[in-house]
């Protein structure tokens, strides 16, 4: 790719992540508490734990590489990706945090069944946690290749399959699973590679007199924007604000607070560690405006983050920026794709590859293993063969697709006693299918332009009333069908713990 | 023109009638099953009613109405008076007009055949038949139904019969730490009155707070983190009588302490575990608990360094051999599952001399199960 590039760093960083995130999977375990004093059990993960484990897990390449890239080639407006991937904590605070957390569920299809008693809504579920989960490993692994091409100069497919052999290999020997520490150690290390090097380089601008990017100020696109502009932006906050609540690898991690307090209280925390941490990609994107703007016009603007401090800086301080920055991006795709696998490994070996094949039944362990490797070598290979969308928009897509069915799913589950099984599984289809397809159109049509373009590239605008809607009529039209036990079970949902109630 | 097909499709007349029959019958006994309660009534009446064809149909315990279906609602008030009369005689009775005052003219109700509930020889309600006149067929019918609703009733009792033996293991189990144990603790409590009154203070409230976990009433489950800490009191209250003779490696890991678990189904593996552990003569013993992490689930781990078990004797006691002292075992592999289905059953590890590993694999989500 790049003539001449001292690949010698960003190999450094590669394989130092690599090794210690196989290190820290294989022998992980060694640093959970070993003691034999007591009480050990009063030890619930603290809130501010587990929100710099939610942090790490879900600090994905689209936000490590993505958003600085997008702010590069688009400007201003692309700043709602950051604030919307932080507001659906919000709405995930306000909303659906804590009952999600007293339904005792540890998936969403777990919640699915416990809230409406019903196999068939468990099954459309775990359909949709893989798809949605697939589609979000999807841009990791091509991030991956990124990564490598650009620092290392190695071959694009390179990336994505040392990343899914990584991801296979810690999954597998079960390692990192869910360590809470582990991913926790990750949002700080991705926070650190781009603390640094952002500071080395504002002071590297200060020093080279402060200049600013030419032609007009740095909010303007410097691709051409379209009209639908006004439309892809409110789709694209409809997206991410009502999306964040339906990933299933985020939802997992619920599950570890003790109750519905520590779960307000962890998202609160995660709420500010993303507040800070997307402060930073965006002065990536004003600082390439004014020290690399070729990149964006030759359409490799993911790669900002890791070629902007060897753009600015020259030697050894460079190198040494370069390998930071290449670490936190490799750490970004390990640790998202880890709590993704996990998360889709598990969906599968429950309800495929547990399941009785040909009058042979797999046990648990085995029949995870081989959950997992369908979970990453399916996305894998759609990494090498899909058209590269940007790491950013086809994260956006997942997050279209998660808003448009489970974010219905939650929110009538939690808050509106009258939602029947016939009527979410109606809802999950029409959200499913209109979010796919759209998705499939936009993976097929390489250069968007017109109306039908711009609705199928950013759905959520029309998918999530869609399924909204299709969600609340078919309930009422099947209201003979309202679960029986639906009102103790919303009792237990809002009733804070420390409210002596029978629950039963 | 005929539809032959359809004909043959669904058989002779009497063989319709037979399905509607046997189909009205099905619709009923999943409320049946419930036992005889208003809701129960209520519910199953319509589909008793279909059976039977009469113009109105009651189902009575004892002493009053549960549920009536049909016309000539004012005779509802007598259905009380006829249920006691019937219960005393304790079969199935007929009763004209004198015994079913009417001012409502044309009203079709003249008679009544009243049929006793019987659940395992004991009357518990009645099945009311009202008609206008009294016919040999209406009392069969009566007397069948009434018979057919009994065997439902009888397997309700069934059914709630095995939760109550459930219960009652549980309660039996928690009556079971008890004796010998709560003798122990107070005879090692006292030796530290003198010598050391602080830690005998400690103890005797970790004491009242086992005790107070252990004879918890309400709720089959718990969390993984209260177990274990009642485990933990457990632990120190051995610990103060074994001294350095009991050592104890905890590895928790904090992720599955919220998981739902079924109540005291851990402390009984570690009260075992403690047993052998100790038996193994001089040095004392090593117990190790580990509760890992595994996705899905959770995988708890009780392990002695004692003298083990001859595995057959481990098999006859979790299928339940009451002849054994490891009745705990048992009865914790019973209750997980019962709760989270046979695939969660205990796993045991043991050999002659070779120590003791007991396996529990909780799923962190099932449904019905929550603390």
């Known amino acids: ?504 | 023109m005929s539809r032959p097909w359809r004909r043959r499709h669904l058989g002779t007349e009497a063989d319709r009638a037979t399905f509607r029959t046997l189909h009205s019958a099905s619709l009923a006994s999943p409320a049946l099953r419930e036992g005889l309660t208003r809701d129960s009534a209520e519910r199953s009446i319509r589909h008793l009613h279909a059976l039977l064809g009469s113009p109105a149909l009651a189902l009575t315990d004892t002493a009053e109405t549960l549920a009536w279906h049909g016309g000539g609602q004012h005779h509802a008030d007598q259905c009380p008076g006829l249920a006691v009369a019937t219960v005393e005689r304790g079969s199935t009775r007929m009763f004209d007009r004198g015994d079913l005052p009417c001012d409502v003219p044309g009203c079709l109700i003249r008679t009544a055949i009243v049929s006793p509930l019987v659940v395992e020889e004991r009357v518990v309600g009645t099945l009311q038949v009202f008609a206008a006149h009294p016919t040999a067929g209406l009392a069969r019918a009566a007397d069948e139904v009434s018979t057919w609703v009994s065997a439902q009733l009888d397997l309700a009792e069934l059914d709630a019969s095995r939760t109550r033996l459930m219960e009652a293991e549980v309660r039996a189990l928690r009556a079971q730490i008890s004796p010998h144990f709560i003798y122990n603790s107070l005879g090692a409590i006292a030796s530290f009155v003198r010598t050391d009154p602080d830690r005998a203070r400690e103890l005797l409230l970790e004491f009242a707070d086992f005790t107070r976990y252990s004879f918890r009433r309400h709720g089959e489950y718990t969390t993984l983190a209260e177990e274990l800490r009642s485990v933990e009191r457990y632990l120190l209250l051995e610990q103060a009588r074994f001294g350095d003779r009991l050592r104890v490696t905890l590895r928790i890991a904090p992720e599955v302490l919220p998981v739902a678990v079924p109540f005291l189904c851990i402390q009984p593996l570690v009260e075992n575990a403690v047993r052998h552990g100790l038996e193994a003569a001089e040095g004392g013993g090593h117990i190790r608990i580990v509760a890992r992490d595994q996705g899905q689930e959770c995988v708890i781990e009780v392990e002695d360094d004692g003298v083990g078990e001859d595995p057959d004797i481990v098999r006859r006691a979790l299928a339940g051999d009451a002849a054994l002292d490891s009745i705990g075992l048992g009865n914790v592999d019973s209750r997980l599952r019962n709760a989270f289905g046979d695939d969660f059953g205990l796993v045991v590890e043991t050999a002659q001399g070779a120590g003791t590993k007991v396996v529990v694999r909780v799923p962190k989500f099932a449904p019905g199960v929550h603390a």
């Open chain 1, 1 to 504: 790719m790049n003539p001449g590039l001292d690949a010698a760093p960003g190999i450094v960083a590669v394989t130092l992540v690599t090794v210690a995130t196989l290190v820290i999977g294989t022998w992980g375990l060694r640093f959970s508490r070993t003691t034999s004093d007591f009480f050990v059990a009063s030890r619930t993960v603290r809130p501010r734990l587990n929100a710099s484990a939610i942090g790490g897990e879900y600090l994905s390449a689209a936000s490590f590489l993505g958003v600085a890239g997008l702010v590069l080639t688009f400007g201003a407006d692309m700043l709602w990706y950051p604030v919307g991937w932080t507001a659906g904590y919000l709405v995930l605070l306000v909303l659906v945090a804590a009952p999600l957390r007293r339904s005792g569920a540890y998936t969403l299809p777990d919640f699915a069944e416990a809230r409406l008693g019903s196999r068939g809504v468990r099954s459309v579920c775990s359909v949709l946690v893989v798809a949605v989960g697939w589609l979000y490993l999807l841009p990791q692994f091509q991030g991956a290749g990124i990564t490598l091409s650009s620092t290392v100069g190695a071959p694009t497919w390179l990336g994505p399959i040392i990343v899914g052999m990584v991801v296979l290999a810690n999954v597998t020997s079960g390692g990192m699973r869910s360590i809470t520490f582990v991913q926790a150690f990750q949002y700080w290390l991705k926070l650190t590679a781009l603390l640094i090097p952002v500071t080395v380089l504002l002071a590297v601008w200060a020093g080279d007199s402060a200049p600013t990017a030419g032609g007009g100020t740095w909010s303007v696109p410097l691709a051409a924007g379209g009209g639908q502009g006004l439309y892809v932006t409110y789709s694209l906050i409809i997206a991410t604000f009502l999306g964040t609540m339906g990933l299933p690898h985020v939802v997992v991690r619920f599950y570890t607070n003790p109750d519905g307090r520590a779960a307000r209280r962890t998202t609160l925390v995660v709420l500010a560690l993303l507040g800070v941490f997307y402060l930073l990609p965006p002065v990536y994107g004003a600082l390439g405006r004014i020290y690399a703007p070729e990149l964006a016009t030759a359409g490799r603007s993911d790669a900002l983050v890791l070629e902007l401090p060897r753009i600015m800086l020259d030697g050894p301080a460079g190198e040494l920026l370069t390998g930071l920055v290449t670490a936190g991006a490799f750490a970004a795709f390990l640790s998202t794709s880890s709590g993704l696998s996990i998360a889709v490994a598990g969906v599968l070996s429950q309800d495929v590859t547990g399941r009785m094949w040909g009058g042979h039944r797999l046990g648990g362990v085995a029949a995870f293993r081989l959950g997992a490797v369908v979970a990453v070598t399916v996305p894998c290979i759609v990494a090498l063969a899909a058209p590269n969308l940007g790491v950013a928009r086809a994260v956006g897509l997942a997050f279209a697709m998660a808003a448009s069915t489970f974010c219905p799913l939650l929110l009538l589950g939690i808050w509106w006693r009258r939602l029947t099984s016939v009527g979410a599984i109606a809802g999950l289809v029409a959200g499913g299918l209109g979010s796919g397809v759209a998705i499939a159109w936009t993976l097929a049509v390489s250069d968007p332009e017109g109306w039908a373009d711009t609705l199928m590239g950013q759905p959520a605008a029309w998918t999530v009333p869609l399924a909204l809607v299709t969600m609340v009529v078919v309930s009422l039209l099947t209201a003979a069908r309202i679960p029986a036990h639906t009102g103790r079970f919303l009792v237990r949902l809002h009733t804070p713990e420390t409210l002596d109630l029978d629950r039963g």
